[in-house]
């Protein structure tokens, strides 16, 4: 069973930045797409950012436009999030999530086959 281990996460002041990793407990198991969630306490899970395999390919959320990068290393199958100019109501469980096809809504949870387990990352004002 592949498992998607995240790292990154943390507690971090407004205006500042932190990044996060993802990647496949099997170094050899490979992802089409990439994607970023994030779920804030009493709120539903939404989108955050998706990258395809060439990585020329790049989605955000309104949200996090300008300020959230998403990138990937194929040759270390990871998954990166830079996340600049913080804000607390980025606060939220994130999420990384991979695809093995090419043919997916990157914006739906549910087109996506791996979850990792989530890393917190909150936001003080």
């Known amino acids: 069973q592949v498992q998607l281990v995240e790292s990154g996460g943390g507690l971090v002041q407004a205006g500042g930045s932190l990044r996060l990793s993802c990647a496949p407990s099997v170094s050899t198991f490979s992802i089409y797409h990439w994607g970023w969630f994030r779920q804030a306490p009493g709120k539903e899970r939404e989108f955050v950012a998706a990258i395809s395999w060439s990585g020329y390919s790049t989605w955000y959320a309104d949200s996090v436009k300008g300020r959230f990068t998403i990138s990937r290393d194929n040759a270390k199958n990871t998954v990166f999030l830079q996340m600049n100019s913080l804000k607390p109501e980025d606060t939220a469980v994130y999420y990384c999530?991979?695809?093995?096809?090419?043919?997916?809504?990157?914006?739906?949870?549910?087109?996506?086959?791996?979850w990792g387990q989530g890393t917190q990352v909150t936001v003080s004002s």
């Open positions: 999530a991979a695809a093995r096809s090419s043919s997916i809504a990157v914006v739906s949870g549910s087109a996506y086959d791996y």
